[in-house]
């Protein structure tokens, strides 16, 4: 699928937002006094900025509000209201660690609603069935990899931040393996796609139009196989290289600031190469699958 920068910003940014807050609720970092207040706003600038930046992909921005009314059916709009919902539930905690206060249990249920809130954002793509690559546990794991790794490094949590690291990178290099096989386990033909399997076999004789379409535009993207092994190798090798970093480099801001640094390298790398790679069924009936 194309992969749209304000989605990407979207994803990444809001994810280590969420996660960064999440470890903060349930007090894994307890900054206080002014210290609290500069690690939340962090928190919230990461988590706002990547709503915002999701707005950007709409054609009517203006109507963005209406998707609040759509939570029975859609994880889109489950999504805005959790991560409301958390971002009200986490003030509270935040003005008590200026006091120098701890969480306690409004934290954790300001925890619990922030990582609801990333949940939501990955059953918006994992709920695909179009999109077999999505349609896979990998897809949530990920978001949650992504968005506690960096929240456990932004908390400088040198240990947990080595372990999650490794761990990432391993799921990242299994769901790149895992995830080129999907969409042939999936059955999806032109046969299919068409209806017109059951008569024989089916191949593309005329395009449908001689212009594009939004579908070949949106939902159509080819990225070249050369390319796309170097997206990967340096997507595991960025989210894994805090590991070391974190290792040998003494903790704090030293460790921590390029730990930070290469992890959001590997996340967007990442997440261009979700999106780009995601192969939608439709691209069948155009035969470019």
Not at 5 to 13: H, Q
Not at 133 to 154: C, E, K, M, Q, S
Request: charged residues 10%; positive net charge.
């Amino acid at each position: 699928m194309h992969p749209a920068p304000s989605v990407i910003l979207f994803t990444v940014l809001s994810g280590l937002g969420f996660g960064f807050l999440t470890c903060l609720n349930l007090g894994l970092a307890l900054p206080q006094g002014i210290g609290g207040f500069l690690a939340f706003a962090v928190g919230y600038g990461l988590a706002v900025g990547g709503l915002i930046a999701s707005t950007f992909h709409l054609g009517h921005p203006e109507r963005a509000i209406r998707a609040f009314t759509q939570w029975r059916t859609s994880w889109l709009s489950r999504e805005g209201w959790a991560a409301v919902l958390a971002l009200l539930g986490t003030a509270p905690v935040a003005l008590g660690a200026m006091g120098g206060a701890r969480p306690g249990l409004l934290g954790l249920v300001a925890a619990l609603l922030c990582l609801a809130t990333i949940g939501c954002t990955s059953m918006i793509y994992a709920q695909l069935k179009t999109v077999p690559r999505w349609n896979f546990w990998t897809t949530p794991a990920l978001f949650f990899g992504f968005a506690l790794t960096g929240g456990v490094l932004l908390s400088d949590l040198p240990l947990a931040g080595e372990v999650l690291s490794l761990a990432l990178a391993f799921l990242l290099a299994f769901s790149f393996v895992r995830g080129d096989r999907r969409f042939a386990e999936a059955g999806a033909t032109l046969g299919s796609a068409t209806g017109l399997g059951a008569i024989g076999s089916v191949r593309v004789f005329e395009q449908a139009h001689t212009a594009g379409n939004y579908l070949l535009r949106e939902m159509i993207h080819v990225v070249g196989r050369k390319h796309s092994r170097k997206l990967r190798m340096i997507a595991v090798v960025a989210v894994a290289l805090p590991a070391p970093i974190l290792a040998l480099l003494p903790d704090g801001l030293v460790a921590m600031i390029p730990a930070v640094l290469f992890h959001l390298i590997g996340a967007f790398a990442a997440r261009w190469l979700f999106f780009a790679e995601a192969e939608h069924v439709v691209g069948t009936y155009y035969g470019k699958r």
